[in-house]
């Protein structure tokens, strides 16, 4: 006989599960008492945003579902952020919510939610757990959503009183992952659409690669004479160091780049979904006239031709195929279209200087040249990610967790998890200063957990992106985006941890360095110029730009 919460985390042991994320409550203490003696890590956290974000960030790294535990009503409502992020990224997640006892439903009582309307349109499955026997079956079901076609968060409520009830029921085995496998007549379909094409572009991004895939994806490149890019923020799928990687089509994408995607007469459309983002908002590629062949592999059969129509569609995984295609023979001649993809990626990515003794661009190319290679950077949204979508050289699968969503307090919780789960590898997040200060209490988690990174805050005591936008449409009309900033070394410092500020660029590589040597939590804040905005804009240049355009 067992009581819910035994079953529950007797039933994540059998998936594998090593840890979870959660800040405690007690519509969930039978999970709290489960998890007591189990050798289940759990990661105690300030905030259930932050919780959520790390299991996000778990499920990039891992491909399996990463675990977070909150309470029922405000719990649910903060965790919401990080289940956004993981719908929109399609990561691996599930989120257990502690929920009222069965019996005061429908009289609002203390903190009571209805979860399934309110996660209804955030993620792949949202369901309550009404009967004590049932929790294998759903954990079953609700690992099997989670990872399987275009993965995604699920939602699992848990009352109270179903959750403490004692039952005998049997332990459930996982459920087997389908078979997987790429018939030939689609390898043959593939390159024969291919093999009359002009300027064609393998556009490569979604969740789920594995190293082998990504290989598989450099060998089909190298021996077809392909250029390929990234989708916005996966970067990482394919060394950026080779001859054939061509840039990502991201937030302050190449202007290059954006043209030849539209000069592009076929697209290999690996795993991606062809967002708004990646198309630049469905300009350079047209929903209602594409202009172009569009080859699209998903593994969730239902994706493709959802936004665009296709002229062919393969229910698979890009690893599957790419195991198939990696050694095909050479299909057409696309040698000059892919030295010039290249010869425009590395124009692109010159340093062009910014205001101030702090030059960003610098230190971006200061940490690409000089982390280890298989460090992992993580970064939230703002202006300056885009020195990393631009400056930063990704070298391998694994090195970036960032949110395709493009939320703000992402890196953080996400660094803190990845330094968790990969205590061997340096771990550094980039962050603004309006961004860190939306999660940087999970500094306390770092410290309780021992999770060793570094943090690199860029402070221009704005925030920056939407200043930008602001300074276009409005020039001159600043509302609602100065910003005070505390001294984020000393605050590192009265967390335990390192903390460092950085006047000059040049003062960078020592900070850096001690950061490093102090083998604990670590924050070099970088005292930007109020006039640095972005990678090829500073605030006067934008005011100017919308006082043109007015």
């Not at 905030?47 to 399996?64: I, Q, S």
């Not at 350079?284 to 998903?298: E, R, S």
Request: overall charge negative; proline content about 5%.
């Amino acid at each position: 006989m067992r009581h819910g919460g035994q079953i529950l985390v007797d039933q994540l042991k059998l998936h594998g599960v090593r840890r979870v994320f959660s800040v405690p409550g007690e519509s969930f203490l039978a999970a709290l008492d489960g998890l007591y003696d189990s050798d289940i890590q759990n990661v105690v956290c300030r905030h259930e945003g932050g919780a959520a974000m790390m299991a996000d960030a778990v499920g990039k790294l891992t491909g399996r579902p990463g675990i977070a535990f909150v309470t029922r009503g405000p719990g649910a409502t903060n965790a919401s952020a990080g289940v956004h992020i993981a719908m929109q990224d399609s990561t691996p997640m599930i989120l257990f919510v502690g929920q009222i006892a069965r019996s005061h439903r429908d009289r609002e009582a203390f903190q009571e939610v209805n979860y399934r309307a309110m996660f209804g349109s955030l993620a792949k499955w949202v369901a309550e757990i009404d009967q004590t026997e049932r929790i294998p079956e759903y954990i079953n079901r609700a690992f099997h959503l989670a990872t399987s076609g275009r993965p995604g968060p699920v939602i699992l409520a848990l009352p109270e009183d179903m959750l403490s009830a004692v039952t005998d029921v049997p332990a459930l085995a996982p459920t087997a992952a389908p078979l997987s496998g790429v018939p030939e007549a689609a390898v043959d379909a593939v390159l024969e659409r291919l093999s009359v094409a002009k300027k064609p572009l393998i556009v490569a991004g979604g969740p789920g690669w594995s190293i082998e895939g990504a290989e598989a994806l450099t060998r089909f490149a190298e021996s077809q004479r392909l250029p390929v890019v990234t989708t916005f923020r996966r970067n990482d799928i394919m060394d950026n160091r080779h001859a054939n990687y061509a840039g990502d089509l991201g937030v302050g994408i190449d202007p290059n780049l954006a043209q030849r995607l539209r000069e592009s007469d076929c697209l290999l459309v690996l795993g991606a979904r062809l967002a708004d983002i990646s198309t630049g908002a469905f300009e350079n590629l047209d929903p209602a006239a594409p202009g172009k062949c569009i080859i699209h592999v998903h593994p969730d059969p239902d994706l493709p031709g959802t936004v665009y129509r296709t002229d062919m569609s393969l229910a698979a995984h890009p690893n599957d195929l790419l195991a198939r295609m990696a050694q095909s023979p050479k299909s057409g001649n696309w040698d000059t279209w892919t030295r010039a993809a290249r010869a425009d990626l590395l124009a692109w990515k010159l340093l062009q200087e910014t205001p101030g003794d702090v030059k960003l661009e610098e230190i971006v190319a200061w940490c690409s040249d000089n982390l280890h290679e298989d460090a992992i950077v993580t970064n939230g949204a703002g202006n300056y990610a885009a020195f990393l979508h631009r400056y930063f050289t990704y070298k391998g699968l694994g090195t970036q967790v960032s949110p395709t969503s493009g939320s703000m307090g992402y890196g953080f919780p996400a660094a803190v998890a990845a330094a968790i789960e990969h205590p061997d590898r340096q771990v550094v997040c980039f962050a603004g200063d309006g961004d860190f200060q939306m999660t940087l209490n999970e500094m306390s988690t770092a410290m309780q957990f021992g999770a060793k990174l570094i943090v690199i805050v860029a402070n221009n005591g704005r925030y920056g992106t939407i200043r930008m936008h602001q300074e276009k449409t409005y020039p001159g009309r600043v509302s609602g985006t100065e910003m005070l900033s505390p001294d984020f070394a000393a605050l590192a410092r009265a967390y335990g941890g390192f903390g460092a500020v950085v006047e000059r660029t040049e003062e960078f590589p020592d900070a850096y360095g001690a950061a490093l040597a102090s083998k604990v939590l670590a924050v070099i804040e970088l005292r930007l110029d109020s006039e640095m905005l972005s990678t090829g804009l500073s605030v006067t240049g934008a005011r100017n730009l919308g006082s043109q355009s007015g």
